[in-house]
């Protein structure tokens, strides 16, 4: 799909944030530890009210993906970053509605393009539950490299998954 953009959070996003997770529960709640049935507008207002500032200090890069006419579609991020060894983890989700279109490939080529370009970290980790098939074909088509499955490393509500990484290397 063309026309993907990315761009850093508003707090004025919590409706289109909330509308999107509410319309791709289903999808979401199997691998998002956030996605809950009762999952409110004020959830995402209190999380915007942490990135946008986070965004701001450079503790973590948050990012709406939308169409070129707006359109929000879903998030992704650089997070969990590791100054010391120059290293984050990218994530990302996409609502159901747009989702098989290569929204989520776009976006995840276009948030480590602005990784590498905007930061110094050296590595961009992407992890994901084995059982999370869509999220693999994503890593898989932005070029991520396949590093290895990691034995019980998430908790998903409650349930441990393994998980497979997948890693960009700045050249």
Not at 133 to 162: C, F, I, M, P, Q
Request: charged share 20%; with cysteine; aromatic share 10%.
């Amino acid at each position: 799909m063309t026309g993907i953009r990315i761009r850093p959070y508003r707090l004025d996003d919590a409706q289109a944030i909330w509308d999107a997770v509410r319309e791709s529960m289903r999808e979401l709640q199997p691998w998002m530890p956030w996605a809950h049935p009762g999952y409110s507008i004020d959830e995402s207002r209190s999380w915007l009210g942490v990135q946008v500032p986070a965004f701001h200090q450079r503790t973590t890069f948050e990012f709406a993906i939308t169409t070129d006419d707006g359109r929000y579609l879903g998030g992704c991020g650089l997070n969990q970053i590791d100054t010391l060894n120059q290293r984050a983890n990218l994530g990302y989700w996409v609502r159901s509605s747009a989702t098989g279109t290569g929204v989520a490939t776009a976006a995840t080529e276009l948030t480590r393009k602005w990784g590498f370009a905007n930061t110094d970290l050296a590595r961009i980790e992407i992890l994901i539950a084995v059982g999370n098939v869509a999220s693999r074909r994503v890593a898989e088509k932005s070029g991520a490299v396949y590093e290895g499955t990691l034995r019980g490393r998430l908790l998903v509500h409650g349930t441990r998954h393994d998980a497979v990484l997948y890693a960009f290397i700045r050249t």
